[in-house]
């Protein structure tokens, strides 16, 4: 009987630290944006996980909405903690503040900081849309908005962008901006 729940008890162990790694919580926080993406109406055409070929490899946008408005490249980040950045800096920062209580000392309690540095994902973003403008020389008129949206937990402490970075209840907001025609339906 012991033997079961050993192998219960890792099997769960594996299942958390794989719910839990960043790949799978990025995941979620696309599948979320998706979600709210489908409350478009049917004139915007939405396209979800776009891999393309680069000079060094790949690349993924994570969502791509076009519509008669314009063309919408969508980077996703679902963190939580408070983010710090601009349009200028290489790396954002991400701060986690985590109250931390020690058995030996249980009545008292520290403050534990984590911080974290990822790429810029408003120039990501612009690099999407950049590789969508080159796509689509064809059509130079044709207005290519990138968008930055955190899902989960963050708080956005002195982010300063000219580019749209919201949170995901503002999105569809932010989306429904744009309505100067620059694409007929043929």
């Not at 299942?15 to 998706?34: D, I, L, P, T, W």
């Not at 055409?45 to 680069?54: K, S």
């Not at 408005?69 to 790396?91: H, L, M, P, S, V």
């Not at 990501?124 to 590789?131: D, I, T």
Request: net charge positive; aromatic share 14%.
């Amino acid at each position: 009987m012991s033997i079961l729940i050993i192998i219960l008890v890792v099997a769960l162990f594996f299942f958390f630290a794989r719910y839990n790694s960043a790949e799978e919580k990025g995941k979620r926080g696309e599948m979320r944006v998706s979600s709210i993406l489908s409350q478009l109406p049917n004139e915007y055409v939405i396209l979800n996980d776009l891999v393309y070929r680069t000079e060094n490899g790949t690349t993924q946008i994570d969502h791509v909405v076009v519509s008669k408005y314009g063309i919408f490249a969508i980077e996703t980040k679902n963190y939580c903690g408070e983010i710090y950045g601009d349009d200028k800096r290489q790396k954002w920062t991400q701060m986690i503040v985590s109250d931390v209580t020690y058995a030996k000392k249980w009545w008292k309690t520290y403050a534990y900081v984590t911080k974290n540095r990822f790429y810029n994902p408003v120039k990501q973003s612009l690099g999407h849309a950049f590789r969508i403008k080159e796509q689509l020389s064809a059509f130079p008129h044709v207005k290519i908005v990138p968008i930055v949206v955190f899902t989960g937990d963050a708080i956005l402490r002195n982010v300063e962008s000219r580019y749209p970075v919201v949170y995901e209840e503002n999105l569809l907001v932010v989306i429904n901006e744009y309505k100067t025609i620059c694409l007929s339906d043929d």
